[in-house]
Protein backbone atom coordinates (compact mmCIF):
# COMPACT_ATOMS: atom_id res chain seq x y z
CA UNK A 1 0.00 0.00 0.00
CA UNK A 2 1.09 3.06 -1.17
CA UNK A 3 2.02 5.73 1.70
CA UNK A 4 2.41 9.57 0.96
CA UNK A 5 4.53 12.22 2.15
CA UNK A 6 6.06 9.71 4.59
CA UNK A 7 2.76 9.09 6.65
CA UNK A 8 3.68 6.19 9.10
CA UNK A 9 1.66 3.31 10.12
CA UNK A 10 0.69 2.62 13.84
CA UNK A 11 3.00 0.67 15.94
CA UNK A 12 3.65 -0.45 19.07
CA UNK A 13 5.16 -3.82 19.57
CA UNK A 14 1.42 -5.51 17.87
CA UNK A 15 0.56 -6.40 14.53
CA UNK A 16 0.18 -3.41 11.90
CA UNK A 17 -3.23 -2.13 11.06
CA UNK A 18 -5.13 -3.31 14.43
CA UNK A 19 -8.27 -2.10 12.86
CA UNK A 20 -11.31 -4.22 11.34
CA UNK A 21 -11.47 -3.05 8.00
CA UNK A 22 -8.21 -2.67 5.77
CA UNK A 23 -6.64 0.91 6.36
CA UNK A 24 -4.09 2.05 9.03
CA UNK A 25 -4.04 3.77 12.23
CA UNK A 26 -1.54 6.08 13.29
CA UNK A 27 -0.75 8.81 15.76
CA UNK A 28 -0.92 12.44 14.23
CA UNK A 29 -0.33 14.56 16.76
CA UNK A 30 0.76 14.51 20.66
CA UNK A 31 1.36 17.21 23.77
CA UNK A 32 1.98 16.48 27.28
CA UNK A 33 3.32 18.31 30.01
CA UNK A 34 5.25 17.00 33.38
CA UNK A 35 6.42 18.82 36.45
CA UNK A 36 9.64 20.19 36.09
CA UNK A 37 10.04 18.76 39.56
CA UNK A 38 9.16 15.33 38.70
CA UNK A 39 11.86 15.57 35.93
CA UNK A 40 14.55 17.34 37.43
CA UNK A 41 14.31 14.71 40.54
CA UNK A 42 14.60 11.89 38.26
CA UNK A 43 17.45 12.88 36.26
CA UNK A 44 19.25 14.96 38.91
CA UNK A 45 22.93 14.96 37.33
CA UNK A 46 25.06 15.23 34.16
CA UNK A 47 27.34 13.02 33.12
CA UNK A 48 29.97 15.33 35.04
CA UNK A 49 28.07 15.01 38.32
CA UNK A 50 26.94 18.49 38.52
CA UNK A 51 23.36 19.18 39.26
CA UNK A 52 21.21 20.16 35.78
CA UNK A 53 19.59 22.60 34.65
CA UNK A 54 15.98 22.32 34.19
CA UNK A 55 16.25 21.58 30.41
CA UNK A 56 18.87 19.29 31.20
CA UNK A 57 16.87 17.21 32.89
CA UNK A 58 13.73 17.38 30.11
CA UNK A 59 16.11 16.64 27.71
CA UNK A 60 18.35 13.65 29.42
CA UNK A 61 14.51 12.49 29.61
CA UNK A 62 13.87 12.86 26.16
CA UNK A 63 16.10 11.45 24.77
CA UNK A 64 15.01 8.10 26.31
CA UNK A 65 11.82 8.52 24.35
CA UNK A 66 11.54 10.76 21.16
CA UNK A 67 14.07 9.32 17.83
CA UNK A 68 14.51 13.12 17.09
CA UNK A 69 16.76 15.79 18.49
CA UNK A 70 16.60 19.16 19.82
CA UNK A 71 17.23 22.56 17.97
CA UNK A 72 20.60 24.61 18.47
CA UNK A 73 18.31 27.75 19.18
CA UNK A 74 16.14 28.89 21.62
CA UNK A 75 12.25 30.15 20.19
CA UNK A 76 10.43 32.70 21.81
CA UNK A 77 7.92 31.60 24.03
CA UNK A 78 4.71 29.26 23.09
CA UNK A 79 1.50 28.68 24.73
CA UNK A 80 2.09 30.83 27.23
CA UNK A 81 5.52 29.91 28.48
CA UNK A 82 8.47 32.29 28.43
CA UNK A 83 10.85 29.52 26.38
CA UNK A 84 11.22 27.02 24.06
CA UNK A 85 13.62 24.87 21.62
CA UNK A 86 12.23 23.03 18.84
CA UNK A 87 13.18 19.99 17.50
CA UNK A 88 14.78 19.48 14.30
CA UNK A 89 13.02 18.98 11.16
CA UNK A 90 9.52 20.73 11.78
CA UNK A 91 8.80 17.63 14.68
CA UNK A 92 7.46 19.38 17.08
CA UNK A 93 8.93 21.43 20.40
CA UNK A 94 9.89 21.24 24.46
CA UNK A 95 8.55 24.74 25.95
CA UNK A 96 9.18 25.60 29.72
CA UNK A 97 9.03 28.54 32.34
CA UNK A 98 6.80 31.66 33.61
CA UNK A 99 3.71 28.89 34.26
CA UNK A 100 3.99 29.17 37.89
CA UNK A 101 1.49 31.86 38.93
CA UNK A 102 -2.28 31.51 38.04
CA UNK A 103 -4.20 34.74 38.28
CA UNK A 104 -7.32 34.09 40.51
CA UNK A 105 -10.60 35.97 39.87
CA UNK A 106 -10.00 37.87 43.37
CA UNK A 107 -6.65 39.50 41.66
CA UNK A 108 -4.59 37.43 43.96
CA UNK A 109 -1.48 35.10 42.22
CA UNK A 110 -1.42 31.34 42.98
CA UNK A 111 1.92 29.90 42.83
CA UNK A 112 1.92 26.37 41.34
CA UNK A 113 4.22 23.81 40.31
CA UNK A 114 5.95 24.53 37.23
CA UNK A 115 5.47 21.99 33.98
CA UNK A 116 6.94 21.97 30.80
CA UNK A 117 5.56 20.91 27.10
CA UNK A 118 6.36 18.02 24.71
CA UNK A 119 4.75 19.04 21.38
CA UNK A 120 5.29 16.40 18.77
CA UNK A 121 3.73 17.32 15.01
CA UNK A 122 2.31 15.46 12.60
CA UNK A 123 5.99 15.05 11.61
CA UNK A 124 7.61 13.93 14.76
CA UNK A 125 4.73 11.13 15.17
CA UNK A 126 6.14 9.44 11.67
CA UNK A 127 9.54 9.08 13.51
CA UNK A 128 7.74 7.04 16.14
CA UNK A 129 8.48 3.28 16.08
CA UNK A 130 6.63 2.03 18.99
CA UNK A 131 4.25 3.98 20.91
CA UNK A 132 3.24 1.57 23.52
CA UNK A 133 7.54 2.17 25.05
CA UNK A 134 6.64 5.52 25.05
CA UNK A 135 3.54 5.31 26.85
CA UNK A 136 5.45 2.84 28.97
CA UNK A 137 8.23 5.84 30.13
CA UNK A 138 5.60 8.75 30.82
CA UNK A 139 4.10 6.12 33.22
CA UNK A 140 6.53 6.95 35.32
CA UNK A 141 5.53 10.37 35.94
CA UNK A 142 2.49 10.53 38.12
CA UNK A 143 1.20 14.11 37.19
CA UNK A 144 1.92 13.82 33.55
CA UNK A 145 -0.78 14.80 31.63
CA UNK A 146 -1.56 14.64 28.07
CA UNK A 147 -2.56 17.83 27.03
CA UNK A 148 -3.86 16.87 22.81
CA UNK A 149 -3.74 13.85 21.15
CA UNK A 150 -5.05 13.68 17.61
CA UNK A 151 -5.36 10.04 16.31
CA UNK A 152 -6.21 9.28 12.73
CA UNK A 153 -7.33 6.36 10.41
CA UNK A 154 -6.02 6.37 6.71
CA UNK A 155 -8.13 4.86 3.94
CA UNK A 156 -6.45 4.91 1.62
CA UNK A 157 -8.98 3.32 -0.98
CA UNK A 158 -11.48 5.72 0.20
CA UNK A 159 -13.94 2.58 0.77
CA UNK A 160 -15.35 5.06 3.31
CA UNK A 161 -16.07 8.62 1.65
CA UNK A 162 -16.83 11.98 3.37
CA UNK A 163 -19.92 11.79 2.11
CA UNK A 164 -20.97 8.27 3.89
CA UNK A 165 -19.80 10.47 6.84
CA UNK A 166 -22.61 13.13 5.76
CA UNK A 167 -24.56 10.55 5.69
CA UNK A 168 -23.76 9.02 8.84
CA UNK A 169 -24.54 11.93 10.48
CA UNK A 170 -27.89 12.35 9.24
CA UNK A 171 -28.98 9.15 10.42
CA UNK A 172 -28.15 10.19 13.93
CA UNK A 173 -24.61 7.82 14.45
CA UNK A 174 -22.91 10.69 15.49
CA UNK A 175 -25.49 11.59 18.60
CA UNK A 176 -23.81 11.16 22.04
CA UNK A 177 -25.72 11.86 25.33
CA UNK A 178 -29.29 12.22 23.03
CA UNK A 179 -27.77 15.48 21.64
CA UNK A 180 -26.15 15.76 17.90
CA UNK A 181 -22.83 17.69 18.00
CA UNK A 182 -22.07 20.63 16.05
CA UNK A 183 -21.12 19.82 12.29
CA UNK A 184 -20.22 21.86 9.03
CA UNK A 185 -19.47 20.37 5.48
CA UNK A 186 -16.93 21.83 3.14
CA UNK A 187 -17.94 21.47 -0.76
CA UNK A 188 -15.20 21.56 -2.88
CA UNK A 189 -17.47 21.96 -5.44
CA UNK A 190 -15.58 19.80 -8.09
CA UNK A 191 -12.50 22.19 -7.61
CA UNK A 192 -10.63 18.34 -6.90
CA UNK A 193 -9.12 19.99 -3.44
CA UNK A 194 -11.47 18.24 -1.37
CA UNK A 195 -14.33 17.68 0.81
CA UNK A 196 -14.39 18.09 4.40
CA UNK A 197 -16.71 16.88 7.04
CA UNK A 198 -16.36 18.43 10.92
CA UNK A 199 -18.21 16.99 13.87
CA UNK A 200 -17.88 18.49 17.13
CA UNK A 201 -16.27 21.60 18.79
CA UNK A 202 -12.43 22.11 19.04
CA UNK A 203 -13.09 24.11 22.42
CA UNK A 204 -14.98 21.45 23.77
CA UNK A 205 -11.96 18.84 23.42
CA UNK A 206 -13.05 16.48 20.81
CA UNK A 207 -13.36 17.43 17.53
CA UNK A 208 -13.58 14.89 14.61
CA UNK A 209 -12.38 15.42 10.61
CA UNK A 210 -13.50 13.27 7.67
CA UNK A 211 -11.65 14.95 4.72
CA UNK A 212 -10.16 13.76 1.16
CA UNK A 213 -6.07 14.05 2.44
CA UNK A 214 -5.38 12.51 -1.42
CA UNK A 215 -6.61 15.59 -3.06
CA UNK A 216 -5.98 18.13 -0.11
CA UNK A 217 -1.98 17.17 -1.19
CA UNK A 218 -2.42 18.03 -4.60
CA UNK A 219 -3.94 14.63 -6.48
CA UNK A 220 -7.38 15.15 -7.73
CA UNK A 221 -7.64 11.64 -8.51
CA UNK A 222 -6.80 10.04 -5.03
CA UNK A 223 -9.19 7.97 -3.36
CA UNK A 224 -7.36 8.71 -0.11
CA UNK A 225 -9.92 9.70 2.80
CA UNK A 226 -8.29 10.69 6.20
CA UNK A 227 -10.98 10.24 9.67
CA UNK A 228 -9.14 12.67 12.35
CA UNK A 229 -10.09 12.26 16.00
CA UNK A 230 -8.60 15.34 18.12
CA UNK A 231 -9.06 15.08 21.63
CA UNK A 232 -8.16 17.82 24.40
CA UNK A 233 -7.65 17.65 28.04
CA UNK A 234 -10.43 20.41 28.68
CA UNK A 235 -13.26 18.68 31.21
CA UNK A 236 -11.54 15.44 30.36
CA UNK A 237 -8.54 13.24 31.00
CA UNK A 238 -6.64 11.65 28.08
CA UNK A 239 -5.30 8.37 29.39
CA UNK A 240 -1.88 6.81 28.33
CA UNK A 241 -3.80 3.36 27.02
CA UNK A 242 -4.87 5.60 24.34
CA UNK A 243 -1.23 5.71 22.81
CA UNK A 244 -0.93 1.67 23.03
CA UNK A 245 -4.48 1.33 21.70
CA UNK A 246 -5.40 4.41 19.21
CA UNK A 247 -7.78 2.26 17.03
CA UNK A 248 -10.32 1.66 20.13
CA UNK A 249 -10.03 5.07 21.57
CA UNK A 250 -10.63 6.19 17.81
CA UNK A 251 -13.90 3.91 17.31
CA UNK A 252 -15.01 4.56 21.02
CA UNK A 253 -14.95 8.93 20.00
CA UNK A 254 -18.46 8.30 17.96
CA UNK A 255 -20.74 6.12 17.71
CA UNK A 256 -20.26 5.93 13.51
CA UNK A 257 -16.61 5.29 13.96
CA UNK A 258 -17.38 1.64 15.74
CA UNK A 259 -16.55 0.07 12.41
CA UNK A 260 -12.88 0.98 12.88
CA UNK A 261 -11.87 -1.59 16.25
CA UNK A 262 -13.98 -4.21 17.43
CA UNK A 263 -12.56 -2.88 20.82
CA UNK A 264 -13.93 0.39 21.84
CA UNK A 265 -12.73 3.05 24.60
CA UNK A 266 -14.49 6.21 25.34
CA UNK A 267 -12.66 9.20 26.86
CA UNK A 268 -15.65 10.20 29.19
CA UNK A 269 -15.57 14.36 30.66
CA UNK A 270 -14.95 15.12 33.38
CA UNK A 271 -18.74 15.80 34.31
CA UNK A 272 -19.85 12.09 33.03
CA UNK A 273 -17.35 10.88 35.17
CA UNK A 274 -18.94 12.49 37.76
CA UNK A 275 -21.82 11.22 36.59
CA UNK A 276 -21.86 7.77 36.60
CA UNK A 277 -19.78 8.23 40.26
CA UNK A 278 -22.96 9.72 41.57
CA UNK A 279 -25.16 6.72 39.89
CA UNK A 280 -22.78 4.34 41.29
CA UNK A 281 -22.64 5.56 44.80
CA UNK A 282 -26.39 5.44 44.79
CA UNK A 283 -26.41 1.91 44.08
CA UNK A 284 -24.22 1.43 47.07
CA UNK A 285 -26.20 3.25 48.88
CA UNK A 286 -29.55 0.94 48.62
CA UNK A 287 -27.84 -2.20 48.81
CA UNK A 288 -25.80 -1.40 51.96
CA UNK A 289 -28.74 0.95 53.62
CA UNK A 290 -31.91 0.93 51.94
CA UNK A 291 -33.02 -2.14 54.41
CA UNK A 292 -31.97 0.46 57.50
CA UNK A 293 -33.62 2.96 56.39
CA UNK A 294 -36.42 1.11 55.90
CA UNK A 295 -36.58 -0.55 59.75
CA UNK A 296 -36.38 2.63 60.83
CA UNK A 297 -38.94 4.31 59.34
CA UNK A 298 -41.26 1.76 58.70
CA UNK A 299 -40.60 -0.30 62.42
CA UNK A 300 -39.18 2.48 64.51
CA UNK A 301 -41.60 5.57 63.01
CA UNK A 302 -38.84 7.97 62.42
CA UNK A 303 -39.25 10.68 59.99
CA UNK A 304 -37.32 11.24 56.74
CA UNK A 305 -36.03 13.72 58.63
CA UNK A 306 -35.42 12.48 62.00
CA UNK A 307 -33.04 9.54 59.93
CA UNK A 308 -31.42 12.28 58.07
CA UNK A 309 -30.58 13.97 61.18
CA UNK A 310 -29.33 11.19 63.65
CA UNK A 311 -27.41 9.59 60.74
CA UNK A 312 -25.35 13.38 61.17
CA UNK A 313 -25.49 13.70 57.61
CA UNK A 314 -23.48 17.37 56.86
CA UNK A 315 -23.49 19.76 53.81
CA UNK A 316 -20.56 19.64 51.44
CA UNK A 317 -19.49 17.61 48.09
CA UNK A 318 -17.39 15.12 48.24
CA UNK A 319 -13.89 16.04 46.57
CA UNK A 320 -13.79 13.30 43.82
CA UNK A 321 -17.61 14.69 42.77
CA UNK A 322 -16.73 18.48 42.67
CA UNK A 323 -18.67 18.80 39.32
CA UNK A 324 -21.76 17.82 40.92
CA UNK A 325 -21.81 21.13 42.73
CA UNK A 326 -23.28 22.16 39.79
CA UNK A 327 -25.76 19.79 38.64
CA UNK A 328 -29.32 20.44 38.56
CA UNK A 329 -32.02 18.99 39.78
CA UNK A 330 -33.07 17.00 36.32
CA UNK A 331 -29.35 15.99 36.15
CA UNK A 332 -29.61 14.25 39.93
CA UNK A 333 -32.98 12.95 39.32
CA UNK A 334 -31.53 10.66 36.66
CA UNK A 335 -29.42 8.87 39.24
CA UNK A 336 -32.14 8.46 41.74
CA UNK A 337 -34.66 6.75 38.92
Known amino acids: MKVIRGESPFHSGTPQNPCRDSGEI ?12 DVHTT ?26 SLGEQADK ?50 QVQ ?40 VDGAFTTSGRPPNSTYIDDMGSGNGCTLNVGNRANGKFLRVYEKGKQLGDALSRWVRWEIEFKSKHREIPLDALREPAAYLAGSYPALNWIS ?5 IRTVREKAQVTVLHLVQCARTAYGKLLGLLHDKGGFSPNEIFNSLGVSGGVPARLNWAKSFDREELELCLT
Open 77 to 126: GRNNFQHSRPFNDNHGFVAWGGNDSVPMPDGTIRTVPARFQVYISGEGCT
Open 43 to 68: YPKNGAGYDQSPLESIWTFLRQVLPF
Open 130 to 169: DWGRVADKLALFENLRITRLDIAYDDHEGSRTVDDAKQLY
Open 26 to 37: LIDTLSFTIPIA
Open 262 to 266: AAREV
